[in-house]
T-cell receptor
Framework: KQEVTQIPAALSVPEGENLVLNCSFT??????LQWFRQDPGKGLTSLLL?????REQTSGRLNASLDKSSGRSTLYIAASQPGDSATYLC???????????FGGGTRVLVKP | EPEVTQTPSHQVTQMGQEVILRCVPI?????FYWYRQILGQKVEFLVS????????KSEIFDDQFSVERPDGSNFTLKIRSTKLEDSAMYFC??????????????FGPGTRLLVL
């Protein structure tokens, strides 16, 4: 059974600092890994999807890396801004289907 | 940009009552999902739906739950007799492909259900 873990559970940084968010998964037989953003009481906004054949995916200030063999992904957010304050979730689909298994999220606070 | 919509945004109900949560997936998507998130916990998969039938369901999705696509646009989740522990945020999602999927799942804003 796939287990997804995100450490740390919470992170507080001053504005301008780079953010590093970690995601680990127990079953490396994944097709892709998705990173989401969730604002308090709101839905999930897809940030990046990194395919199993990729090692890296970039979108603006966001960069996600994937190391399937070690069961890890890292989301980097460069030059953080107060508007980046949110919970960041990673999720992987079950190998033979499409059900997403989510990590518990990292709650980020960027202080002005 | 197309988006998944959900109604209502909030629903309060008495224990034992039936509720129907509604979703309008993105129009050219073929695969539909329901997830839920109990306050302070992980987002959990409930059910996936394709070609007018359930393709996968979790152990949470027992006989009290059902899904339906009553027309070409809506996708509903019904809880027949709500329990206190059904209180959660329910998310609908959709995408175009399954199996060897490299497609993002797009999530709606959620319905917050409170069972009293």
């Amino acid at each position: 059974k796939q287990e997804v873990t995100q450490i740390p559970a919470a992170l507080s940084v001053p504005e301008g600092e780079n953010l590093v968010l970690n995601c680990s998964f127990t079953d490396s037989a994944i097709y892709n890994l998705q990173w989401f953003r969730q604002d308090p009481g709101k839905g999930l906004t897809s940030l990046l999807l990194i395919q199993s054949s990729q090692r890296e995916q970039t979108s603006g200030r966001l960069n996600a890396s994937l190391d399937k063999s070690s069961g890890r992904s890292t989301l980097y957010i460069a030059a953080s801004q107060p508007g980046d304050s949110a919970t960041y979730l990673c999720a992987v689909p079950k190998a033979a289907g499409n059900k997403l298994t989510f990590g518990g999220g990292t709650r980020v606070l960027v202080k002005p | 940009e197309p988006e998944v919509t959900q109604t209502p945004s909030h629903q309060v109900t008495q224990m034992g009552q039936e509720v129907i949560l509604r979703c309008v997936p993105i129009s050219n998507h073929l695969y539909f999902y329901w997830y839920r998130q109990i306050l302070g916990q992980k987002v959990e998969f409930l059910v996936s739906f394709y070609n007018n039938e359930i393709s996968e369901k979790s152990e949470i999705f027992d006989d009290q739950f059902s899904v339906e696509r009553p027309d070409g646009s809506n996708f509903t989740l019904k809880i027949r007799s709500t329990k206190l522990e059904d209180s959660a945020m329910y998310f609908c999602a959709s995408n175009r492909r399954s199996g060897l999927s490299q497609e993002t799942q797009y999530f709606g804003p959620g319905t917050r259900l409170l069972v009293l």
